[in-house]
């Protein structure tokens, strides 16, 4: 066999890579550059190795609001993917009905995020909002501002309204795709509703689901334009997740170094954690 | 095992319809035998399928009955009438092994498990899914998933009919032959009704010992492929069955038979009298490719036809003539010669049909 050799059309893909180098690869450069030296000005700086690593990994004020942000994922998506599904099933699937209901899951996800933190933050308050008046009228004591625990549910909640719509709209989809056979067969083998969940519709939305999990994990594991609006993250530190640690760190107190060194750490625990995700999840489609 | 007829059914897809184009099925009445191989034959969209959902119960018709055994079960949902279906893209159970499908429906039954593994080791032996057993079912090629569908109907027990919406669609050729085998060493092993949907006439005539010809909503004929060949009771048989199918040429009485363009046709004196009490807008005769006789040379009561095409088809040739202005196809003989520019034609009184509005009229003492 000759074979000739022709890698000319490596060119072609020239175009992408620089505007993928420009768009995320020098900038993070840049993170990185930051977190390998202490920079003071122009120029005086100074290389510390992995100091600020060292620093960070062993700061407890992050040990903290990395533990949140787990727990605060966590609960997103065992909340937010079983009520999507659920509210995938329960969609109607011909005429107005399914139009209008698409429509209306579809609103949420038009707000733009510190709208819906002020949304709810009226929405809670105790004076003048319609759940937190509702709520202290019937007797029950809630302060989103004082009370962790009210400012963490309201926080959940939030973040529920806001995004399980994208969770049952991709499910839906998922859904839809299913032939009609399926159930038809499914009916003639007398599968129980359980039956056709658990072995037809649950596995053809796999990929659905996949996706859903994934963007689910990374946004909520990314908040912070809403809990910042909603609570400012509080009360005393209960609702501050990694990204406002991060943001006090850089912003408020300047301390780059540590905090592009705990960027790049982020970066890493969110593609680690997408990355078992996936792996969990396709590991099933080998043999 | 049942017995399946069909009272008076018909049906329509619309809430409301007003004239006989809105039904998918036109009222018919009909029985599936106990233990039959049966095949429903017809065109793409004559209503085939909505026939076979009304009888497995997936569709509910919306006028005339379904009977198993002399019980109605037109409100009967499907998994209640002890029916299996197999459609036509295979429909298996991705995340379960072949085990689990095949032991699926009897799982939902709620069999106990020693009973289930018999019945399942049992099923797979006939359809020869032993080794696959363990495998996945997504990773299967596309025959191997039809057979597990296939098997998923055959496990149960309580099966009375079994249904094949045209199940061999996606199946590569070689691989059909095989299967539509062993679907016929079944259905004598296990003594099912088995109604076999299709738009492929061998496929039909092989599978089935009756087969039903549907056309535009309709059983126009129920016959033996014998039958269904050598007596079309309606012109879409004739023409669908066969290759090439019958030749139909339009005709107008005359005294003494029917003609063309010049052509005299005689008939019998009892179809003269038949073609003059009925009353009809159109009339055809029609003569399958295979009776047309050829004489070696000029004949008295031959006809002469300019032949227009020859087509060597190995074991058989086909010619295209030209009388009086009609297309005639002719199957001939591999051995008999081929007639150059003329042959000489005619047309055996015990194989022309004659059709008015399409359906065949027979002389006196006949339906």
Same mark, same amino acid.
């Given at each position: 066999?000759?074979?000739?050799?022709?890698?000319?059309?490596?060119?072609?893909?020239?175009?992408?890579?620089?505007?993928?180098?420009?768009?995320?690869?020098?900038?993070?450069?840049?993170?990185?550059?930051?977190?390998?030296?202490?920079?003071?000005?122009?120029?005086?700086?100074?290389?510390?190795?992995?100091? @600020?690593?060292?620093?960070?990994?062993? =700061?407890?004020?992050?040990?903290? /609001? #990395?533990?949140?942000?787990?727990? %605060? +994922? !966590?609960?997103?998506?065992?909340?937010?993917?079983?009520?999507?599904?659920?509210?995938?099933?329960?969609?109607?699937?011909?005429?107005?009905?399914?139009?209008?209901?698409?429509?209306?899951?579809?609103?949420?996800?038009?707000?733009?995020?510190?709208?819906?933190?002020?949304?709810?933050?009226?929405?809670?308050?105790?004076?003048?909002?319609?759940?937190?008046?509702?709520?202290?009228?019937?007797?029950?004591?809630?302060?989103?501002?004082?009370?962790?625990?009210?400012? @963490?549910?309201?926080?959940?909640?939030? =973040?529920?309204?806001?995004?399980? /719509? #994208?969770?049952?709209?991709?499910? %839906? +989809? !998922?859904?839809?795709?299913?032939?009609?056979?399926?159930?038809?067969?499914?009916?003639?083998?007398?599968?129980?509703?359980?039956?056709?969940?658990?072995?037809?519709?649950?596995?053809?939305?796999?990929?659905?689901?996949?996706?859903?999990?994934?963007?689910?994990?990374?946004?909520?594991?990314?908040?912070?334009?809403?809990?910042?609006?909603?609570?400012?993250?509080?009360?005393?530190?209960?609702?501050?997740?990694?990204?406002?640690?991060?943001?006090?760190?850089?912003?408020?107190?300047?301390?780059?170094?540590?905090?592009?060194?705990?960027?790049?750490?982020?970066?890493?625990?969110?593609?680690?954690?997408?990355?078992?995700?996936?792996?969990?999840?396709?590991?099933?489609?080998?043999? | 095992?049942?017995?399946?007829?069909?009272?008076?059914?018909?049906?329509?897809?619309?809430?409301?319809?007003?004239?006989?184009?809105?039904?998918?099925?036109?009222?018919?009445?009909?029985?599936?035998?106990?233990?039959?191989?049966?095949?429903?034959?017809?065109?793409?969209?004559?209503?085939?399928?909505?026939?076979?959902?009304?009888?497995?119960?997936?569709?509910?018709?919306?006028?005339?009955?379904?009977?198993?055994?002399?019980?109605?079960?037109?409100?009967?949902?499907?998994?209640?009438?002890?029916?299996?279906?197999?459609?036509?893209?295979?429909?298996?159970?991705?995340?379960?092994?072949?085990?689990?499908?095949?032991?699926?429906?009897?799982?939902?039954?709620?069999?106990?498990?020693?009973?289930?593994?018999?019945?399942?080791?049992?099923?797979?032996?006939?359809?020869?899914?032993?080794?696959?057993?363990?495998?996945?079912?997504?990773?299967?090629?596309?025959?191997?998933?039809?057979?597990?569908?296939?098997?998923?109907?055959?496990?149960?027990?309580?099966?009375?009919?079994?249904?094949?919406?045209?199940?061999?669609?996606?199946?590569?050729?070689?691989?059909?032959?095989?299967?539509?085998?062993?679907?016929?060493?079944?259905?004598?092993?296990?003594?099912?009704?088995?109604?076999?949907?299709?738009?492929?006439?061998?496929?039909?005539?092989?599978?089935?010992?009756?087969?039903?010809?549907?056309?535009?909503?309709?059983?126009?004929?129920?016959?033996?492929?014998?039958?269904?060949?050598?007596?079309?009771?309606?012109?879409?048989?004739?023409?669908?069955?066969?290759?090439?199918?019958?030749?139909?040429?339009?005709?107008?009485?005359?005294?003494?038979?029917?003609?063309?363009?010049?052509?005299?046709?005689?008939?019998?004196?009892?179809?003269?009298?038949?073609?003059?009490?009925?009353?009809?807008?159109?009339?055809?005769?029609?003569?399958?490719?295979?009776?047309?006789?050829?004489?070696?040379?000029?004949?008295?009561?031959?006809?002469?036809?300019?032949?227009?095409?020859?087509?060597?088809?190995?074991?058989?040739?086909?010619?295209?003539?030209?009388?009086?202005?009609?297309?005639?196809?002719?199957?001939?003989?591999?051995?008999?010669?081929?007639?150059?520019?003329?042959?000489?034609?005619?047309?055996?009184?015990?194989?022309?049909?004659?059709?008015?509005?399409?359906?065949?009229?027979?002389?006196?003492?006949?339906?």
């Amino acid at each position: 066999m000759n074979k000739v050799k022709n890698n000319k059309a490596w060119w072609l893909v020239l175009p992408v890579f620089l505007l993928v180098a420009f768009s995320a690869i020098i900038p993070m450069m840049t993170v990185v550059n930051y977190s390998v030296q202490d920079i003071f000005d122009q120029s005086s700086r100074y290389f510390v190795g992995a100091d @600020w690593y060292r620093q960070v990994l062993l =700061d407890p004020r992050l040990h903290d /609001s #990395l533990l949140r942000q787990f727990i %605060y +994922s !966590g609960c997103v998506l065992l909340i937010e993917i079983p009520l999507g599904i659920g509210i995938a099933l329960t969609m109607p699937t011909k005429g107005r009905w399914s139009s209008l209901c698409l429509i209306v899951m579809t609103i949420p996800l038009l707000i733009p995020w510190n709208v819906v933190g002020t949304i709810w933050q009226i929405f809670g308050r105790a004076d003048i909002g319609l759940l937190g008046w509702g709520l202290n009228s019937l007797g029950l004591s809630y302060n989103y501002a004082a009370n962790t625990m009210d400012a @963490w549910v309201t926080v959940l909640i939030m =973040d529920v309204w806001h995004w399980t /719509s #994208l969770v049952a709209l991709l499910c %839906y +989809s !998922g859904l839809r795709a299913i032939p009609d056979v399926y159930y038809q067969a499914a009916r003639i083998d007398r599968a129980s509703a359980w039956a056709v969940f658990r072995h037809i519709q649950l596995p053809k939305m796999k990929s659905v689901l996949l996706i859903a999990v994934m963007l689910r994990f990374m946004d909520s594991f990314m908040i912070y334009t809403e809990p910042f609006v909603l609570t400012g993250g509080g009360p005393g530190n209960a609702t501050t997740f990694l990204s406002q640690t991060l943001t006090q760190m850089a912003i408020g107190q300047f301390d780059l170094g540590p905090a592009a060194a705990f960027s790049l750490v982020y970066f890493l625990i969110i593609l680690l954690v997408s990355w078992l995700f996936y792996t969990a999840m396709t590991h099933g489609d080998k043999n | 095992m049942a017995e399946i007829r069909l009272q008076n059914l018909a049906h329509s897809y619309s809430s409301q319809p007003t004239s006989a184009d809105d039904y998918a099925i036109r009222e018919m009445n009909h029985i599936w035998e106990q233990g039959g191989a049966y095949a429903l034959l017809g065109p793409s969209g004559c209503g085939k399928s909505t026939l076979l959902n009304i009888i497995s119960g997936l569709l509910i018709p919306s006028e005339g009955q379904v009977l198993f055994d002399s019980r109605v079960v037109n409100e009967l949902t499907p998994e209640r009438r002890n029916i299996a279906q197999v459609f036509q893209f295979p429909v298996v159970y991705d995340t379960m092994t072949v085990f689990d499908n095949l032991a699926f429906p009897l799982r939902n039954q709620g069999m106990d498990k020693e009973k289930i593994l018999a019945k399942v080791q049992e099923i797979a032996d006939v359809l020869d899914l032993q080794t696959l057993l363990k495998k996945k079912a997504r990773n299967l090629t596309a025959d191997e998933k039809q057979k597990v569908s296939m098997g998923r109907g055959l496990v149960r027990d309580d099966v009375s009919a079994i249904l094949f919406d045209e199940p061999l669609t996606v199946i590569d050729p070689h691989l059909k032959w095989k299967l539509r085998r062993k679907l016929k060493q079944i259905h004598e092993q296990f003594n099912i009704t088995m109604v076999y949907v299709t738009h492929d006439q061998l496929e039909a005539s092989t599978f089935a010992d009756k087969i039903a010809v549907m056309y535009g909503g309709q059983i126009v004929q129920f016959g033996t492929p014998r039958e269904l060949f050598e007596k079309p009771r309606h012109t879409f048989v004739g023409y669908f069955i066969g290759s090439p199918g019958m030749n139909l040429i339009d005709v107008q009485p005359e005294p003494g038979g029917v003609g063309f363009g010049g052509v005299h046709l005689a008939l019998s004196e009892a179809m003269q009298a038949r073609i003059a009490q009925t009353s009809f807008s159109s009339l055809k005769v029609g003569i399958r490719p295979e009776f047309v006789h050829v004489w070696d040379g000029p004949y008295d009561d031959a006809f002469c036809a300019e032949v227009a095409h020859v087509e060597d088809l190995g074991t058989y040739k086909i010619l295209t003539l030209h009388l009086a202005g009609k297309k005639l196809k002719i199957r001939l003989a591999e051995d008999k010669p081929v007639p150059q520019k003329q042959a000489w034609i005619s047309f055996p009184g015990q194989w022309l049909m004659v059709y008015a509005d399409d359906y065949l009229l027979e002389a006196a003492g006949h339906e």
